[in-house]
């Protein structure tokens, strides 16, 4: 069984994902685009996996979008997004950006995409930099 570690931005929540995942979405929904800030959420999906926090478990908030089933869990000091438990607990979902390697799997799909901002359309011909731009 695969063990996969991850963190917050600032150190105080750390915890472990047991199992595989497996779904990698993409989802360019309103709710997702909000709650990142981005043009999507990188998450990921696992039935089977069990997520236990490793330190800072009490300084987890989860924000449940009334009358949906979007929930957002997040660090309480950095804002950092971070694993939940939904549907009952019958389903992990991980931030991608939040483990600290690799998922060992890639994005499988594109979801919600009559959704995506009309700004990304264009993304891949904008130009890469290593670093910040001079």
Request: aromatic residues 10%; contains cysteine.
């Amino acid at each position: 069984m695969t063990t996969f570690t991850g963190s917050c931005l600032c150190g105080e929540v750390r915890f472990e994902v047991v199992g595989d995942f497996d779904h990698f979405f993409l989802c360019h929904c309103d709710y997702c685009r909000k709650d990142t800030g981005s043009a999507f959420a990188a998450n990921l999906f696992s039935s089977t996996a069990t997520l236990n926090w490793l330190a800072g478990e009490d300084g987890v908030r989860v924000f449940h979008l009334p009358a949906t089933r979007h929930v957002k869990s997040f660090c309480g000091t950095c804002g950092s997004a971070l694993p939940s438990e939904q549907m009952d607990g019958d389903l992990v979902v991980v931030p991608a950006g939040s483990l600290d390697g690799e998922p060992g799997i890639a994005p499988g799909a594109h979801i919600f995409v009559d959704s995506r901002a009309t700004w990304e359309d264009e993304l891949e011909r904008v130009p890469r930099f290593a670093g910040a731009p001079d």
